[in-house]
């Protein structure tokens, strides 16, 4: 079955961009959309953004003037980066496999097992 | 931005005792909602979708209901490794994808 991996760095300081990749196995990108969502002791679960394969994408408002989700078919990955990061940023980061339907993108299944990343100088 | 509210944030359960969970919307829905399950030290796990549907592989004693802004998630009978965290997650209107603030079951 498809499994998700995220990697990157666990600190970054602030002001700096974050960048992380998720790696797809067991399966290849196209013909879906792969997302980025966030867990903060203070915000809870918090969606970033979803590509799809050919590289379209949607963000959350919140988030939309610093972030930038790319996609690599070739290497079954797909990138996040986050600029302008700040002790908010400070979250798990998980990847995630969205299915979608005529009406649109719908729930998260699977998931990567999430990457902790820290905001410190 | 549709709001996910769950209700309530802790809930203290006997194994082998029922376990209802609350999730409202800011507005409609319609059934366009699914529930996740989260363990300590893991990522979350689809549970239901379309309000109602089980996904692959997930035990009959869960079951979801509801449509527009009020919806629950009831474990019928709980078992030692049902107690976790549960959160409620909107895709009907978007962006934003959004999220309730989850349910802890804790053991009573």
């Known amino acids: 079955q498809v499994q998700l991996q995220e990697s990157g760095p666990g600190v970054v300081k602030p002001s700096e961009t974050l960048s992380l990749i998720c790696t797809v196995s067991g399966g290849s990108l196209g013909s879906y959309y792969w997302s980025w969502i966030r867990q903060s002791p203070g915000k809870g679960l918090e969606w970033i953004g979803y590509i799809y394969y050919t590289g379209s994408t949607q963000y959350n408002p919140s988030l939309k003037s610093r972030v930038t989700i790319s996609v690599d078919t070739s290497r079954n990955q797909f990138s996040l980066k986050l600029s302008s990061m700040t002790a908010a940023d400070t979250a798990m980061y998980y990847c995630?496999?969205?299915?979608?339907?005529?009406?649109?993108?719908?729930?998260?299944?699977?998931w990567g097992q999430g990457t902790l990343v820290t905001v410190s100088s | 931005e549709v709001v996910m509210t769950q209700s309530p944030a802790t809930l203290s359960v006997s194994p082998g005792d029922r376990a209802t969970l609350s999730c409202w919307a800011s507005q409609s829905v319609n059934s366009n909602l699914a529930w996740y399950q989260q363990k300590p030290g893991q990522a979350p796990k689809l549970l239901i979708y379309d309000a109602s549907t089980r996904a692959t592989g997930i035990p009959a004693r869960f079951s979801g209901s509801g449509s527009g802004t009020e919806f629950t998630l009831t474990i019928s009978s709980l078992q030692s490794e049902d107690f976790a965290l549960y959160y409620c997650q909107q895709y009907n209107d978007w962006p934003p994808l959004t999220f309730g603030g989850g349910t802890k079951v804790e053991i009573k």
């Open positions: 995630a496999r969205i299915n979608f339907s005529w009406k649109g993108v719908n729930w998260f299944d699977p």
